[in-house]
């Protein structure tokens, strides 16, 4: 049997947010002008019926940003290190 540590103490040691560099959305805003913050803050608000994530990130993609779906939807999420900072 492999030895693991119980998730009491995992959780003791497991930040209660994420930590790290920011996600590939979060460096993408990083060089972003204050326009393209402002839209994509204006998107990233929207429904997801209204903008999916899919869409989002094709935008993005299309605008020259090396970003994934799975991260547009943490970064949307809030599950992503850029939370909170
Ligand atoms: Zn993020």
């Not at 492999?2 to 590939?24: E, F, V």
């Not at 060089?31 to 019926?49: C, H, V």
């Amino acid at each position: 049997m492999t030895q693991r540590m119980s998730l009491k103490d995992a959780a003791g040691i497991t930040p209660a947010r994420n930590q790290g560099p920011k996600c590939s959305v979060g460096s993408a805003i990083e060089e972003m002008d204050a326009e393209d913050r402002a839209q994509l803050d204006d998107w990233l608000a929207m429904p997801l019926k209204d903008m999916a994530h899919s869409r989002l990130t094709r935008i993005l993609r299309t605008a020259g940003f090396k970003v994934g779906a799975d991260a547009v939807a943490r970064h949307r999420n809030g599950g992503c290190a850029c939370r909170n900072d």
